[in-house]
């Protein structure tokens, strides 16, 4: 009786280590604007356990742009960051981040946006008018740009107006201080459905080759800690997985999560939901139009080399 105590701490001592050796790492990942359908992947992963598979808990939050989000990875304010893929431009300038994964092709997320009573009813009456976009250097800013070029009108053939979120943009749209707004698709939608407004065109039709998202992480964390870098894109990828086979409960996440109408969420998961990859990889083709862009947009004054932009250590992604 007198070695049972020695017994029980000696019990205590390996069920506290089992549990620290069980204890989930705790990663911070941010979406670049909160609006969006396309970065709905963190919060399925997180509800439905799926980075948990992993040994993760992840700490999801949502920034004002894609300055801001690599300003908050470059700051270790965050760990891994869903933004756009020309905000590569910040890696090739010296941002101590780096693309890890591209996850979505055309995009199929973001659309021109307009009052339901604006004159405007096709692409040509854009022409000169003033549009609003997140920030600069912005995946909103360069659709912009690429749409007037497209239509023969130069890269200043439409006006830009960096307001922010969609919730900034939109009482200068109500009031008619700008004319139309580059946005998510489904925010197009809603306003559809409340009769204050209508999604003019998607963007689709002007990149069709592209990488819209990628995954960003901080160059620090992929040399120190590369196997937790591996095991995020695979709990990240494992729930994009998940949501092409399960569109109800996709559905149910992104009605929340977004505070949308359950017909909005479906409609846009039906329109959007094929844009999404489900191995990371970078389409050669979709990153030579990436480095373009930085050129057109006076980013860079050359196109950079793939090193300098994205690592392809963890692809092709294998849940």
Known sequence: MRRLPAFLCCLATIL????????????????????AWSFV?????????????????????????DAKLQQALASDSVDFGLGSGPSLAFAAK????????????????ISVIVAK?????????????????????SLTEWLVRRLSVREGWG??????????????SLPALRTKQIDGVMGAIEAGYLLEERGEGRVLIGMEGYAPKFHTHVVYARKQLVAEKPELVDRFLKGFFASIIFMKNNKEKTTEIATRVLHQSVSVMNKTYDYEISMLETDGHFDPEAVEV???????????????TNDKLFTTQFLPVKP
Do not use: C
Request: proline share 5%; charged share 25%.
């Open 16 to 35: 506290a280590l089992t549990a620290s050796a069980n204890a989930a790492d705790k990663v911070r990942a941010a979406k670049s604007v909160n609006t």
């Open 41 to 65: 992947p963190l919060d399925v992963g997180v509800e439905q356990g799926i980075f948990a598979k992993y040994g993760l808990d992840v700490e999801v939050s949502g920034l004002g742009g």
């Open 94 to 109: 010296g941002a101590p981040v780096i693309g890890v994964a591209a996850f979505a092709a055309e995009p199929r997320n």
């Open 117 to 137: 009573d604006s004159p405007i009813q096709k692409v040509a009456d854009l022409k000169g008018k003033l549009i609003s976009v997140t920030t600069v250097g």
């Open 155 to 168: 890269t200043d053939g439409v006006r830009i107006a960096a307001l922010g979120s969609l919730d900034s």
């Open 290 to 304: 990436i480095k373009d862009s930085f050129v057109d947009m006076k980013l860079l004054s050359e196109k950079p």
